[in-house]
């Protein structure tokens, strides 16, 4: 019996995973680019850090997390114990900022861009693997600090093309909804299953609307795939009092605090969280963000367990077609907030500090939407190959083309058929092909094909009209780049 040939590996990406290709990664760095500027000119440092932490110094903050080193890709390394890719950029700043706090200055503020790994269940826009883009500031406890993050990333957004009135950044405080946890019976200790079961439920609200938010305040939820999600087991006085810090958003940032403040009642940290959220609207609106850019909302809690204080989000305000062509919001692409406890996890000592993150595939698959971003890039000038001999010859135009800062390539596949050629150059979305065969190098002239202008016509043009505007012209060798130029608009 013959041996069986060995089983080939299927060629495919592991479930929750993609591959990006071109234009992706020209458009996302483009727009990292831009946020990067904004970075910069806020006074903020670049910092890349490990993929690789200890599973001890991320800590267990994932939302929606209960078992060990569920959430996070982890594996047992014989020296170092457990390690995990990182599942966020703040918790590989906390280490950052311990390991070195007694070189970096204080405060310290960075930003950083890179992926990161969730071991969650994939779904329809939602993978294992995806960028993110932080900006934090590690050594203040000043709301300021807050503040300018808030200011920072409505800069951020309007520099990648999202325009005032499309987006708004919303502004809470966790010590606020601590306060409302204590009037509805839930502060102390013991109370911890009950209090993140709370803070996931009210992160969702936008996602389950209200009834789906206080059914896991109450017994649970069972969504629609028939899953059923264990609830906090309030009481129906308690969920009341959760449901009315959810609803307390008014006209005004003053009318809001206020508000808040009736539901915190004699809480101590609630007043403290309700002051912090006055400061913060008070120093936005002496730099001119008003509440047309940034508004102060109680809907906003933030899933992660490490926040401590002020925590805000961006939310794009304009509609989409959802994929059943139902009008929809596109909600949320960045949220941060205040972590003071997350580097003390270190050092023993209070670190304060605050930052957020932009979810870059979220952002630009909006850009795409409102139209920035196209998906599309044009591809590179092809210089076509007639005779295998004069290789040097081709290779010598694509030479000249790049040092003018032409995007350009030799065509390096089997020559033999020059219509494959014309195809490859299609397909790399070329907009001009070079073609030299032996009796244009005798008289010492190009001819170049206008790829674009040739497939508009063949498009929508009447035969006259292709015979009037020729895709194709013959120019002497010597005006190669020039004309090459004129073609792309350079």
């Avoid at 599309?376 to 007639?386: F, K, R, W």
């Amino acid at each position: 019996m013959a041996d069986k040939p060995p089983r080939r590996p299927r060629a495919e990406t592991p479930k929750g995973f993609r591959d990006y290709f071109g234009a992706e990664v020209t458009d996302r760095k483009a727009m990292l680019d831009r946020i990067a500027a904004v970075y910069h000119r806020y006074g903020f440092d670049p910092l890349e850090t490990s993929a690789v932490e200890t599973v001890e110094a991320l800590g267990k903050f994932l939302p929606d997390v209960d078992r060990p080193n569920e959430g996070v890709f982890a594996w047992a390394d014989e020296d170092e114990g457990w390690l995990a890719l990182r599942y966020d950029l703040t918790a590989p700043l906390a280490r950052v900022a311990a390991q070195y706090r007694n070189d970096l200055p204080s405060p310290y503020r960075r930003y950083a861009m890179g992926p990161v790994w969730r071991n969650e269940k994939p779904g329809p826009g939602r993978f294992r693997q995806f960028y993110q883009c932080d900006a934090d500031t590690v050594g203040s406890g000043s709301v300021a600090a807050d503040a300018e993050i808030c200011a920072m990333l409505a800069d951020a957004l309007e520099a990648v093309g999202i325009e005032r009135g499309d987006y708004v950044v919303k502004v809470n405080n966790r010590k606020v909804l601590n306060g409302v946890m204590e009037v509805a019976g839930l502060a102390g200790e013991g109370k911890d299953t009950e209090r993140g079961i709370v803070l996931r439920a009210i992160d969702k609200i936008d996602r389950l609307g209200p009834e789906g938010v206080r059914a896991l305040l109450g017994e649970g939820r069972k969504d629609e795939s028939g899953d059923f999600t264990k609830g906090a087991g309030l009481s129906a006085e308690q969920a009341a009092v959760v449901m009315g810090f959810t609803t307390a958003k008014r006209d005004t940032g003053a009318a809001t605090v206020a508000r808040l403040r009736d539901l915190v009642g004699s809480s101590v940290v609630g007043a403290e969280g309700a002051d912090e959220l006055e400061a913060i609207a008070s120093l936005l609106e002496a730099q001119g963000y008003g509440p047309d850019r940034i508004v102060l909302d109680p809907g906003v809690v933030r899933g992660l367990g490490y926040y401590t204080g002020p925590v805000y989000e961006a939310e794009l305000t304009f509609q989409i077609t959802d994929e059943k062509g139902r009008p929809r919001n596109f909600g949320s692409v960045a949220g941060g907030g205040r972590y003071d406890g997350l580097v003390k996890r270190f050092t023993g000592q209070d670190v304060p500090a605050t930052g957020v993150s932009i979810g870059v595939d979220r952002l630009l698959a909006a850009l795409r939407a409102k139209g920035r971003r196209t998906g599309e890039a044009a591809g590179p000038v092809v210089v076509t190959v007639m005779d295998r001999d004069r290789m040097a010859d081709y290779m010598g135009m694509v030479g000249e083309l790049r040092q003018a800062g032409i995007r350009a390539e030799v065509y390096l596949g089997n020559p033999k058929n020059f219509g494959n050629q014309l195809k490859y150059a299609d397909k790399r979305a070329s907009p001009v092909a070079v073609i030299q065969g032996g009796n244009e190098a005798a008289s010492g002239t190009v001819i170049l094909k206008d790829l674009i202008l040739g497939a508009k016509i063949a498009e929508s043009a009447t035969l006259e009209e292709w015979k009037d505007r020729p895709a194709q012209v013959e120019v002497p060798r010597a005006d190669l780049v020039a004309e090459v130029k004129r073609m792309l608009g350079q």
